[in-house]
Protein backbone atom coordinates (compact mmCIF):
# COMPACT_ATOMS: atom_id res chain seq x y z
CA UNK A 1 0.00 0.00 0.00
CA UNK A 2 1.67 3.62 -0.88
CA UNK A 3 0.77 5.40 2.60
CA UNK A 4 1.15 8.78 0.98
CA UNK A 5 -0.98 8.32 -1.91
CA UNK A 6 -3.30 11.28 -1.75
CA UNK A 7 -7.09 11.06 -1.76
CA UNK A 8 -8.56 13.17 -4.83
CA UNK A 9 -12.42 13.60 -5.01
CA UNK A 10 -13.46 11.43 -7.84
CA UNK A 11 -15.35 14.25 -9.72
CA UNK A 12 -11.93 16.54 -10.03
CA UNK A 13 -10.95 14.99 -12.82
CA UNK A 14 -13.03 14.43 -16.30
CA UNK A 15 -11.40 11.30 -17.48
CA UNK A 16 -7.85 9.55 -17.80
CA UNK A 17 -6.16 12.35 -19.85
CA UNK A 18 -6.41 14.59 -17.63
CA UNK A 19 -5.09 12.57 -14.74
CA UNK A 20 -2.25 11.95 -16.55
CA UNK A 21 -1.71 15.67 -17.62
CA UNK A 22 -1.77 16.49 -14.11
CA UNK A 23 0.54 13.97 -13.01
CA UNK A 24 2.65 15.08 -15.90
CA UNK A 25 2.44 18.96 -14.43
CA UNK A 26 3.26 17.65 -10.99
CA UNK A 27 6.73 15.41 -11.88
CA UNK A 28 7.79 18.76 -14.04
CA UNK A 29 6.97 21.23 -11.45
CA UNK A 30 8.82 18.85 -8.59
CA UNK A 31 11.88 17.75 -11.20
CA UNK A 32 12.34 21.70 -11.78
CA UNK A 33 12.10 22.74 -7.81
CA UNK A 34 14.66 19.56 -7.80
CA UNK A 35 16.88 22.07 -10.46
CA UNK A 36 16.79 24.74 -8.75
CA UNK A 37 17.83 23.03 -5.10
CA UNK A 38 20.61 21.49 -7.02
CA UNK A 39 21.97 24.41 -8.90
CA UNK A 40 21.65 26.54 -5.11
CA UNK A 41 23.96 23.52 -3.77
CA UNK A 42 26.17 24.11 -6.45
CA UNK A 43 26.76 27.36 -5.89
CA UNK A 44 27.05 27.69 -2.42
CA UNK A 45 29.73 29.59 -0.42
CA UNK A 46 33.29 28.60 -0.14
CA UNK A 47 33.01 27.83 2.95
CA UNK A 48 30.51 25.27 2.50
CA UNK A 49 32.88 23.82 0.87
CA UNK A 50 35.84 23.34 2.87
CA UNK A 51 33.42 21.00 5.00
CA UNK A 52 32.66 16.97 4.93
CA UNK A 53 29.85 15.01 6.51
CA UNK A 54 30.35 11.79 7.21
CA UNK A 55 28.27 9.14 8.54
CA UNK A 56 29.91 6.22 10.43
CA UNK A 57 28.30 2.94 10.94
CA UNK A 58 30.46 -0.06 12.82
CA UNK A 59 29.09 -3.00 14.45
CA UNK A 60 26.05 -3.57 12.87
CA UNK A 61 25.99 -7.40 13.70
CA UNK A 62 23.66 -8.00 10.81
CA UNK A 63 20.60 -6.23 12.70
CA UNK A 64 18.41 -5.48 10.03
CA UNK A 65 15.40 -4.64 12.23
CA UNK A 66 14.34 -2.82 15.69
CA UNK A 67 13.86 -6.11 18.25
CA UNK A 68 10.67 -4.17 19.75
CA UNK A 69 11.50 -5.47 22.87
CA UNK A 70 12.35 -3.21 26.17
CA UNK A 71 12.00 0.35 26.64
CA UNK A 72 12.77 2.58 24.08
CA UNK A 73 14.38 -0.51 21.48
CA UNK A 74 16.65 1.07 19.38
CA UNK A 75 17.77 -0.27 16.02
CA UNK A 76 17.08 -1.58 11.96
CA UNK A 77 19.02 -1.15 9.12
CA UNK A 78 15.42 -0.48 7.57
CA UNK A 79 15.12 2.52 9.93
CA UNK A 80 19.34 3.58 8.58
CA UNK A 81 18.23 3.30 5.43
CA UNK A 82 15.30 5.92 5.32
CA UNK A 83 17.43 8.13 7.53
CA UNK A 84 20.84 8.01 5.17
CA UNK A 85 18.17 8.77 1.85
CA UNK A 86 16.93 11.73 3.46
CA UNK A 87 20.54 12.84 4.84
CA UNK A 88 21.72 12.72 1.17
CA UNK A 89 19.09 14.50 -0.15
CA UNK A 90 20.18 17.26 1.90
CA UNK A 91 24.11 17.18 1.27
CA UNK A 92 24.55 15.26 -1.94
CA UNK A 93 28.70 14.99 -1.24
CA UNK A 94 27.43 13.07 2.26
CA UNK A 95 29.81 10.19 2.98
CA UNK A 96 28.96 7.22 4.06
CA UNK A 97 31.83 4.83 5.44
CA UNK A 98 31.27 1.23 7.77
CA UNK A 99 33.60 0.02 10.19
CA UNK A 100 33.43 -3.44 9.94
CA UNK A 101 31.32 -6.04 11.68
CA UNK A 102 28.13 -5.47 9.33
CA UNK A 103 27.50 -9.03 9.15
CA UNK A 104 25.86 -11.55 11.92
CA UNK A 105 28.31 -12.48 14.87
CA UNK A 106 28.12 -16.39 13.92
CA UNK A 107 27.66 -17.58 9.73
CA UNK A 108 24.09 -17.76 8.48
CA UNK A 109 24.11 -17.51 5.25
CA UNK A 110 20.60 -16.41 4.75
CA UNK A 111 20.70 -13.78 6.81
CA UNK A 112 24.09 -12.26 5.76
CA UNK A 113 23.16 -12.43 1.91
CA UNK A 114 19.88 -10.45 3.41
CA UNK A 115 22.68 -7.84 4.68
CA UNK A 116 24.57 -7.77 1.69
CA UNK A 117 21.36 -6.88 0.06
CA UNK A 118 20.21 -4.39 2.55
CA UNK A 119 23.70 -2.76 2.29
CA UNK A 120 23.90 -2.65 -1.56
CA UNK A 121 20.54 -0.30 -0.93
CA UNK A 122 22.67 1.67 1.26
CA UNK A 123 25.18 2.03 -1.24
CA UNK A 124 28.40 3.01 1.28
CA UNK A 125 31.10 4.68 0.16
CA UNK A 126 33.45 2.54 1.80
CA UNK A 127 33.75 -0.45 3.53
CA UNK A 128 35.94 -2.41 5.88
CA UNK A 129 36.03 -6.15 6.36
CA UNK A 130 36.34 -7.27 9.79
CA UNK A 131 36.61 -9.87 12.13
CA UNK A 132 32.99 -11.33 12.06
CA UNK A 133 33.35 -10.76 7.95
CA UNK A 134 36.28 -13.39 7.80
CA UNK A 135 35.22 -15.69 10.74
CA UNK A 136 35.75 -19.57 10.19
CA UNK A 137 33.00 -21.61 7.53
CA UNK A 138 31.64 -17.72 6.72
CA UNK A 139 33.10 -18.54 3.24
CA UNK A 140 29.57 -17.97 1.39
CA UNK A 141 29.51 -14.62 2.42
CA UNK A 142 32.84 -13.44 1.72
CA UNK A 143 32.19 -14.90 -1.51
CA UNK A 144 29.19 -12.44 -2.01
CA UNK A 145 31.16 -9.59 -0.86
CA UNK A 146 33.67 -10.78 -3.67
CA UNK A 147 31.47 -10.21 -6.91
CA UNK A 148 29.92 -7.35 -4.81
CA UNK A 149 30.86 -3.84 -6.52
CA UNK A 150 31.61 -2.21 -2.96
CA UNK A 151 34.74 -0.13 -2.43
CA UNK A 152 36.58 -2.02 0.52
CA UNK A 153 39.24 0.22 2.44
CA UNK A 154 41.98 -2.12 3.73
CA UNK A 155 45.66 -0.56 4.85
CA UNK A 156 47.46 -2.71 6.89
CA UNK A 157 45.76 -6.05 5.76
CA UNK A 158 44.82 -8.31 2.23
CA UNK A 159 42.36 -10.90 1.87
CA UNK A 160 42.88 -13.21 -0.95
CA UNK A 161 40.48 -12.60 -3.82
CA UNK A 162 39.78 -9.27 -3.32
CA UNK A 163 40.24 -6.01 -4.43
CA UNK A 164 41.23 -3.17 -1.72
CA UNK A 165 41.84 0.23 -1.33
CA UNK A 166 44.86 1.04 0.96
CA UNK A 167 43.87 4.67 1.31
CA UNK A 168 41.16 7.18 0.21
CA UNK A 169 42.02 10.47 -0.44
CA UNK A 170 39.10 12.98 -0.04
CA UNK A 171 38.88 16.71 -1.06
CA UNK A 172 36.87 19.28 0.89
CA UNK A 173 38.05 22.79 -0.76
CA UNK A 174 41.31 23.07 -0.42
CA UNK A 175 42.14 20.63 2.10
CA UNK A 176 43.44 17.09 1.64
CA UNK A 177 41.93 14.74 3.38
CA UNK A 178 43.28 11.03 3.35
CA UNK A 179 41.61 7.98 5.33
CA UNK A 180 43.24 5.04 5.80
CA UNK A 181 42.35 1.52 7.85
CA UNK A 182 44.09 -0.80 10.24
CA UNK A 183 42.71 -3.71 11.20
CA UNK A 184 43.99 -5.02 14.65
CA UNK A 185 44.88 -8.59 14.97
CA UNK A 186 43.68 -8.50 18.77
CA UNK A 187 40.15 -8.49 17.43
CA UNK A 188 40.44 -12.63 16.23
CA UNK A 189 40.62 -13.71 19.36
CA UNK A 190 38.85 -17.24 18.79
CA UNK A 191 41.25 -17.74 16.06
CA UNK A 192 44.95 -17.30 15.37
CA UNK A 193 44.69 -17.82 11.60
CA UNK A 194 41.99 -16.68 8.98
CA UNK A 195 42.55 -18.58 5.77
CA UNK A 196 43.22 -16.12 2.85
CA UNK A 197 44.04 -13.06 5.49
CA UNK A 198 47.77 -11.75 5.70
CA UNK A 199 48.62 -8.58 7.52
CA UNK A 200 50.81 -6.09 5.95
CA UNK A 201 52.50 -3.94 8.63
CA UNK A 202 54.93 -2.21 6.40
CA UNK A 203 52.44 -1.26 4.01
CA UNK A 204 50.58 0.37 6.68
CA UNK A 205 53.77 2.68 7.86
CA UNK A 206 54.63 3.28 4.27
CA UNK A 207 51.00 4.59 3.50
CA UNK A 208 50.98 6.66 7.13
CA UNK A 209 54.33 8.19 6.13
CA UNK A 210 53.01 9.31 2.78
CA UNK A 211 49.61 10.96 4.09
CA UNK A 212 51.32 12.76 7.01
CA UNK A 213 53.54 14.34 3.96
CA UNK A 214 50.83 14.94 1.59
CA UNK A 215 47.44 15.53 3.32
CA UNK A 216 45.94 18.39 5.66
CA UNK A 217 43.71 15.80 8.16
CA UNK A 218 44.35 12.08 8.70
CA UNK A 219 41.49 9.63 9.07
CA UNK A 220 42.17 6.08 10.45
CA UNK A 221 39.08 3.26 10.58
CA UNK A 222 40.72 1.25 13.47
CA UNK A 223 38.94 -2.14 14.25
CA UNK A 224 40.12 -3.99 17.70
CA UNK A 225 40.53 -4.12 21.21
CA UNK A 226 40.77 -0.98 22.93
CA UNK A 227 44.76 -2.16 24.55
CA UNK A 228 45.58 -2.26 20.62
CA UNK A 229 44.14 1.54 20.31
CA UNK A 230 46.46 2.89 22.89
CA UNK A 231 49.65 1.00 21.11
CA UNK A 232 48.61 1.99 17.93
CA UNK A 233 47.83 5.59 19.00
CA UNK A 234 51.50 5.42 20.33
CA UNK A 235 52.98 4.51 17.01
CA UNK A 236 51.08 6.68 14.56
CA UNK A 237 51.25 10.09 16.66
CA UNK A 238 50.12 12.33 13.37
CA UNK A 239 46.36 11.06 13.00
CA UNK A 240 43.47 13.23 13.61
CA UNK A 241 40.33 11.64 13.70
CA UNK A 242 40.08 7.67 14.49
CA UNK A 243 36.76 5.57 13.58
CA UNK A 244 36.49 3.15 16.04
CA UNK A 245 35.24 -0.76 15.23
CA UNK A 246 34.78 -3.74 17.25
CA UNK A 247 34.81 -1.88 20.29
CA UNK A 248 30.75 -1.01 21.23
CA UNK A 249 31.46 2.06 23.12
CA UNK A 250 29.15 5.12 21.96
CA UNK A 251 30.59 7.97 23.67
CA UNK A 252 32.77 10.00 21.23
CA UNK A 253 36.04 11.88 22.20
CA UNK A 254 36.62 15.20 20.13
CA UNK A 255 38.63 17.28 22.57
CA UNK A 256 41.89 15.37 22.39
CA UNK A 257 44.55 14.16 19.34
CA UNK A 258 43.00 12.11 17.38
CA UNK A 259 39.35 13.10 18.04
CA UNK A 260 37.52 9.23 18.53
CA UNK A 261 34.44 8.62 16.90
CA UNK A 262 32.59 5.30 18.97
CA UNK A 263 29.71 3.77 16.71
CA UNK A 264 27.79 1.65 19.47
CA UNK A 265 26.53 -1.35 18.58
CA UNK A 266 23.64 -3.45 16.43
CA UNK A 267 22.68 -0.93 14.34
CA UNK A 268 21.79 1.20 17.20
CA UNK A 269 22.94 4.45 16.71
CA UNK A 270 24.48 6.26 13.55
CA UNK A 271 27.41 9.31 13.96
CA UNK A 272 26.99 12.07 11.51
CA UNK A 273 29.99 13.93 11.71
CA UNK A 274 31.09 17.49 10.42
CA UNK A 275 34.45 18.71 9.47
CA UNK A 276 34.41 22.36 8.73
CA UNK A 277 38.19 23.45 7.74
CA UNK A 278 38.96 27.41 8.75
CA UNK A 279 42.37 28.93 7.53
CA UNK A 280 45.11 27.56 8.58
CA UNK A 281 43.57 25.95 11.74
CA UNK A 282 42.43 22.88 12.70
CA UNK A 283 38.67 21.99 11.28
CA UNK A 284 36.35 22.27 13.70
CA UNK A 285 34.73 18.78 14.19
CA UNK A 286 31.60 18.22 15.71
CA UNK A 287 29.76 14.42 15.83
CA UNK A 288 25.90 13.96 16.45
CA UNK A 289 25.11 10.44 17.62
CA UNK A 290 21.40 9.71 16.06
CA UNK A 291 19.20 6.96 18.32
CA UNK A 292 17.71 4.74 15.90
CA UNK A 293 14.43 5.19 17.29
CA UNK A 294 11.08 3.59 15.64
CA UNK A 295 9.75 7.14 15.21
CA UNK A 296 12.63 7.38 12.02
CA UNK A 297 10.08 5.87 9.28
CA UNK A 298 11.41 2.34 7.33
CA UNK A 299 12.75 2.68 3.83
CA UNK A 300 10.34 0.65 1.33
CA UNK A 301 13.06 -0.97 -0.63
CA UNK A 302 14.80 -2.54 2.52
CA UNK A 303 11.48 -3.22 4.12
CA UNK A 304 10.76 -5.73 0.80
CA UNK A 305 13.99 -7.26 1.19
CA UNK A 306 13.32 -8.31 4.69
CA UNK A 307 9.92 -9.65 3.83
CA UNK A 308 10.93 -11.59 1.35
CA UNK A 309 13.71 -12.96 4.08
CA UNK A 310 10.91 -13.89 6.24
CA UNK A 311 8.64 -15.34 3.88
CA UNK A 312 11.82 -18.00 2.69
CA UNK A 313 12.68 -18.65 5.92
CA UNK A 314 8.82 -19.33 7.16
CA UNK A 315 8.77 -22.22 3.89
CA UNK A 316 12.13 -24.14 4.95
ZN1 LIG B 1 35.30 -6.98 15.17
Known amino acids: MNR??????????????????FRKTVSIAVFSLFLFFSQSLAQAPAAEEDSLQIVYLANASGVFENCRCGSNPLGGLDHIAFLLKELRKKNPRLLFIDGGDFTNTYPYNALNKLIVDIYKALRPDYLMLADQEMQQ?????LTLLRQSSFRFLATNYDISGFNLNSSVKISAGKKKIVLLSYLDKSSFWYSKSVKGLSFNEEKFARVYRQAV?????????????????????????????????H???AKDWLDRKPAIIAPGSDTE???????????????LVKSRKIPISLQIPTEPVVEKLILHFKKTKEQK
Open 4 to 21: FRHQVPPCFFKDFFYLKL
Open 137 to 141: DNEYT
Open 213 to 245: QGSDFRMVLFHGEDAGLAEFIKKFPEIDLIFLG
Open 247 to 249: SQS
Open 269 to 283: FLTLLSLRFQNNGPP
